[in-house]
């Protein structure tokens, strides 16, 4: 499969991971003052069985191997926005960085899990995140002060940036696409040429089976605004921990990309994505046994064309 998916002349490849979620267990008292005790006994009674970071520090030489140009990671990069997890995250980041790869993310809502790294914006400490890079006219958007940015990637495509995370009650996780968001997504979208091809990053989905205390609020709307610009190829997310790639062209102009979880240890994926002028493609990975006998690795499992319509 690799000699398959041998990157051409002009390709962009991005790789897509999401849902990490380093975890550290801490029996600090203070824990009980948030919902933080919570994520720290489902992480001590069931998390920390079930994902593997042998799978996420493999990804670092996986990927200069492949030639990846820059990887997207949509969120939920810790498990209860603890300082240590940060560490161990911002840490990740820099391997990857370390052999020459861009790395473009996003907070998703383990990473604002307290009220506490929520309102201290923990998540900006650790990580920079790039800037607008396009015409003067518009207003100077950032991630961390106004949950949308937008970057140039090469002569076709740009990458847009949208974090919809809150702090949210006991036993809840959802998102929300503000009317303010709305209208700045729809500023960038204007503000970026008609010719041009856009991915856009957000944690939640758009379209989603789950319980509503763990939907994006308002996802309709942000449906409606990527419709209106037809420069939207691409909507990469994660949050749900399966990974699928929805094909909605009769209705949509975009695929929607979920990478799944690069750590869980049973059901592990993450995406390779080329980008090019008139289609992309996907390649799928998955971490499993080829046999009974031998350890796990990351394995190519499907490729995908994504022509536009």
């Known amino acids: 499969m690799k000699e398959k998916f041998v990157k051409g002349p002009g390709v962009l490849r991005l790789a897509h991971l999401s849902d990490i979620h380093f975890g550290h267990i801490t029996l600090s008292p203070s824990q009980f ?8 006994l489902n992480l001590l009674l069931h998390r920390r069985y079930i994902y593997q970071y042998d799978a996420v520090y493999q990804l670092p030489l996986l990927l200069r191997e ?13 498990t209860t926005a603890l300082e240590q997890e940060y560490s161990i995250a911002a840490e990740f980041v820099r391997m990857l960085e ?5 790395v473009l993310l996003i907070p998703g809502n383990h990473d604002h899990y307290t009220r506490e790294a929520f309102k201290s914006k923990l998540f900006y400490q650790y990580f920079h995140i790039p800037q607008n890079k396009i015409d ?17 990637l090469n002569e076709i495509w740009w990458w847009i940036g949208l974090d919809t995370t ?10 929300l696409f503000s009317d303010e968001l709305a209208e700045r997504l729809h500023a960038v979208l204007e503000a970026i040429p008609d010719q041009a091809h856009v991915v856009v990053a957000n944690h939640y989905p758009i379209i989603s089976h789950a319980p509503k205390s763990r939907q994006l609020r308002n996802s309709e709307k942000l449906e409606k605004v990527l419709l209106e610009h037809p ?18 062209r009769n209705q949509h102009r975009f695929y929607q990309l ?5 750590s869980h240890d049973t059901q592990g994926a993450f995406h ?5 002028p008139h289609q992309c493609r996907a390649l799928v990975f998955r971490w499993k046994k080829l046999s009974e006998n031998e350890s796990k690795e990351w394995m190519p499992f499907h490729q995908v064309d994504l022509p536009w319509r």
């Open 166 to 175: 809150l702090s949210t009650p006991l036993l809840s996780a959802f998102g």
């Open 33 to 40: 003052l948030s919902k933080r005790w919570l994520g720290n």
């Open 272 to 276: 390779l994505v080329d980008l090019m």
């Open 258 to 262: 979920n990478s799944g979880s690069c």
């Open 136 to 152: 003067a006219s518009l207003p100077h958007y950032s991630l961390k002060e106004d949950r949308i940015c937008c970057t140039q």
């Open 66 to 78: 492949y030639d990846v140009d820059l990887v997207c990671i949509s969120g939920d990069l810790t």
């Open 98 to 102: 370390a052999e020459g790869m861009t």
């Open 231 to 248: 420069q939207v190829k691409i909507y990469l997310h994660g949050h749900e921990h399966q990974h699928r790639i929805i094909d909605c």
